[in-house]
């Protein structure tokens, strides 16, 4: 009864190689201090996965992002950012995670998928890509993939898992050609509106010169990252107005 919790919604595909760092954002309404020293007690955090079984976490971390200026305390609203360290517990998974549970209380976080394979495979090689993008909402993505074989290979498809249906456009035509030692740029139109959290884990599938068929996964790239003044300051605005 001190405070209420409402949470960013989560859409994507997020690759968990290892470990991945899940940023969750969440307004808290009223006592936000009380929820803090709630959420921490005995020196650890009661959060856990729903329905993810082939998932754990592994770190909590919380941190306060930002607050409103009310002074009223059932009004005061506190922007947290809950660090939730994913790792998989089979050596290849994918599950579906919508729902956190956290002092007890179940919480809707949207829907996201999380993937837990090998990232390179044959001669192609993710040169760079963008891992945090500044903003919300979607408009492009891009990352360079790089030849290190010495023949050609050929990239059949980019697939772009949850947001197949949301491309407008890509700046590249396929198949796409890759010359030996040659570093292509490869960038899509997105176009998705919102303040949500939104994942992109784009799958790249190309063919070697023999014939042979390979799949390579490019970073999880972010969007709608809530670490700034700006950004707590919107999100605290769209929340007050649902």
């Known amino acids: 009864g001190k405070y209420q919790c409402a949470f960013q919604k989560m859409h994507g595909d997020i690759r968990v190689s290892g470990e991945y760092p899940l940023d969750v954002a969440c307004v808290v309404t009223g006592d936000y201090d009380s929820f803090r020293r709630s959420l921490s007690r005995k020196g650890k955090m009661d959060v856990q996965l ?9 770190k909590t971390q919380i941190q306060l992002a930002g607050c409103s200026r009310f002074t009223v305390p059932g009004k005061r609203k506190g922007v947290f950012i ?9 050596k290849e998974s994918m599950e579906t ?6 002092m007890g209380q179940t919480f809707r976080i949207g829907s996201v998928t999380l993937l837990n394979t090998s990232r ?13 993008y500044v903003g919300f909402g ?3 993505n891009e990352f360079a993939v790089r030849n290190a074989g010495k023949s050609n290979l ?24 890759i010359a030996p030692k040659e570093t292509i740029s490869l960038k899509a139109k997105l176009k998705i509106h919102g303040m949500d959290a939104y994942f992109v884990t784009p799958l790249v599938k190309y ?13 999880t790239c972010r969007y709608g990252v809530i670490s700034d003044k700006k950004s707590v300051s919107q999100f605290l605005k769209n929340e007050s107005g649902r």
């Open 50 to 58: 729903v329905g993810c079984k082939d998932f754990r976490i592994s």
């Open 82 to 90: 809950l660090t939730l360290t994913l790792k998989p517990n089979r």
């Open 97 to 102: 995670l919508k729902k956190i549970r956290l």
């Open 120 to 132: 390179y495979s044959g001669k192609l090689q993710v040169k760079s890509a963008n891992v945090l």
């Open 138 to 140: 979607v408009d492009e």
């Open 154 to 177: 050929t990239i059949q498809d980019v697939d772009y898992g949850s947001f197949n249906d949301r491309i407008e456009s890509r700046h590249y035509r396929l198949p796409v050609r």
């Open 207 to 219: 063919r070697s010169a023999d014939g042979i068929d390979y799949n390579l996964f490019v970073d």
